[in-house]
C-alpha cells in the first residue's frame, strides 16, 4: 500500500503532466485565457449601463393632423426627442408605411398625431396620441411606452398652463387638467407576450446549440476514439461524410425544433401568426450554418476538448448578444456591432418576423439570405478542413 507522500508525489507529477500538454497545446491555451476576458467584458458592457433601456432607437412618426395644435405638439416631441439619446425620430407619411418599416426593423415603433387632434382640443375634449409598438420585442415597446409617456404628461402640463393663459371659459375641467392622453396600440391583435418574444430566441438558441456542438462534437469524439478511421477507408468520400452527419443532424435538430415550438404553444400559450413552412425553412438554414461552423471549429482542433474549448466561445457571445434574452437595442453600441456579425442574430431576427408578426418571406430576405450565404461558405470551408485534419 503506498503512502500518503507517494500518493500526493504521484498527483502532483499527473498535474504537473497535464499542465504541461495543456501549455503545449497553443489552441486549448489561448483560447482558455479569451474566454474569461471575453465573458466578463461581455456581461460588464451589458450591464454597467442597464439604467439606459433605450439607446437611439428608431422611432417613426406622422402628423396627420395639419391644425395649429397637431403642429404645435409635432414640433414639442421634435424638440424634445432632439435633446435626447433615447429615440431617433424619423419622419414616416402614412400608418402602412410605418407598419412596413415595423416589419422590417427600419423603426421600433410610431407616433401617429390623429387627424382629430386639433378639433379634440378646440372642442374641448381630450386629444389622443397614438403609439403603434413592436410586440416582437416587448422591453423595448414597454420603455418606448413609458418614455413617451413622460414626453407626454410634461406637453399636457404645459398645454394646460397655455389654455389657462388665454382666458377662454372652460366648460370640461376634466379636459383642463389632462388635455392630453397617450393610446397605445399594436400592430397585430392580441399584442403578444413577453414570452411570445422569447420563445423564438429559445428555439434559435436551442438550433444553434444542437447544430454547434452535435456534428462538431461527433466528429471530434470518433477522431479520437479511432471509430472515424474505419469509415474514412470505406469507398466513401469526405464529401458524402460530412453531408451525410448534416443531414441526420438536421432532422434530430428538426424534431428537437419541432418539440420546443408544440410545448411553447400547448403549454405557455404563444401564438404563431406566421407561415409554418417558413418557420421549418429558417430552422433549416439556420440548423445547416451552425453546423458547418461547428465543422470548421472542430476541424482546427487537434482533440476534443480543444473543440469543445473553441465551441464554447463561439456558443456563449451568441446566446447573451444574439437579442435571445436581452434586446439587442439595450446593449452599448459597442455590443450592438457585435451582434450584427452574430448568426444567431438573424435566425432569431427572422423567427420573431415570422412567429409573431406574421411576417412573409419579403420582410426576413435579409436575415434568411446571411444564413444562407452563412451555411454555403461553412460547408464549402468545413469540407477541406475536415479531409485536412483527419490526414494528420
Same mark, same amino acid.
Given at each position: ?263 411553447? %404553444?400547448? &403549454?405557455? +400559450?404563444?401564438? @404563431?401568426?406566421?407561415?409554418? #413552412?417558413? $418557420?421549418?425553412?429558417?430552422?433549416? =438554414? !439556420? ?66 418576423? %415570422?412567429? &409573431?408578426? +406574421?411576417?412573409? @418571406?419579403?420582410?426576413?430576405? #435579409?436575415? $434568411?439570405?446571411?444564413?444562407?450565404? =452563412? !451555411? ?17
Amino acid at each position: 500500500m503506498k503512502s500518503p507522500l507517494q500518493i500526493i508525489r504521484h498527483s502532483l507529477v499527473i498535474a504537473w503532466k497535464d499542465l504541461t500538454e495543456f501549455r503545449r497545446n497553443r489552441i486549448t491555451l489561448i483560447f482558455s485565457l479569451i474566454m474569461p476576458i471575453l465573458m466578463m467584458g461581455m456581461f460588464g458592457y451589458i450591464f454597467q449601463d442597464s439604467a439606459s433601456a433605450l439607446n437611439n432607437v428608431p422611432v417613426g412618426m406622422i402628423v396627420d393632423d395639419l391644425g395649429m395644435y397637431g403642429k404645435q405638439i409635432a414640433t414639442m416631441i421634435s424638440d424634445i426627442s432632439s435633446n435626447s439619446d433615447s429615440i431617433q425620430l424619423i419622419e414616416v407619411s402614412t400608418r402602412t408605411q410605418a407598419e412596413e418599416k415595423i416589419f422590417s426593423a427600419e423603426i421600433k415603433a410610431v407616433v401617429i398625431i390623429p387627424d382629430n387632434f386639433s378639433s379634440s382640443i378646440q372642442g374641448q375634449t381630450q386629444a389622443k396620441i397614438i403609439i403603434v409598438n413592436d410586440p416582437s420585442n416587448p422591453t423595448i415597446a414597454q420603455a418606448l411606452t413609458q418614455f413617451f409617456n413622460g414626453i407626454i404628461n410634461v406637453l399636457s402640463d404645459q398645454f394646460s398652463q397655455e389654455l389657462i393663459e388665454t382666458g377662454m371659459p372652460y366648460l370640461n375641467s376634466e379636459f383642463v387638467v389632462n388635455p392630453i392622453s397617450i393610446n397605445v396600440e399594436s400592430i397585430v391583435s392580441g399584442g403578444g407576450s413577453s414570452f411570445d418574444f422569447v420563445a423564438p430566441g429559445i428555439i434559435a438558441m436551442n438550433v444553434m446549440m444542437s447544430g454547434l456542438t452535435a456534428l462538431g462534437a461527433a466528429l471530434a469524439r470518433e477522431r479520437e476514439s479511432g471509430t472515424l478511421e474505419g469509415i474514412l477507408m470505406s469507398p466513401i468520400s469526405r464529401t458524402s461524410i460530412i453531408l451525410g452527419k448534416t443531414v441526420s443532424h438536421t432532422i434530430r435538430n428538426l424534431f428537437q425544433g419541432g418539440i420546443t415550438i408544440t410545448i411553447a %404553444v400547448v &403549454i405557455f +400559450g404563444v401564438t @404563431i401568426r406566421g407561415n409554418p #413552412l417558413l $418557420i421549418v425553412s429558417i430552422l433549416v =438554414l !439556420g440548423t445547416i450554418s451552425f453546423l458547418g461552423l461547428g465543422i470548421v471549429a472542430t476541424a482546427i482542433a487537434k482533440e476534443q476538448e480543444s473543440a469543445q474549448l473553441i465551441l464554447g466561445l463561439l456558443q456563449f457571445p451568441m446566446m447573451f448578444l444574439s437579442g435571445v434574452l436581452f434586446p439587442i437595442e439595450q446593449m452599448p453600441p459597442i455590443l450592438q456591432t457585435v451582434s450584427k456579425v452574430l448568426p444567431l442574430t438573424y435566425a432569431v431576427e427572422a423567427l420573431r418576423k %415570422v412567429m &409573431i408578426l +406574421g411576417a412573409g @418571406i419579403e420582410a426576413v430576405i #435579409l436575415p $434568411i439570405s446571411i444564413l444562407v450565404i =452563412l !451555411g454555403v461558405v461553412t460547408m464549402t470551408l468545413g469540407v477541406p478542413l475536415f479531409e485536412r485534419a483527419v490526414k494528420k
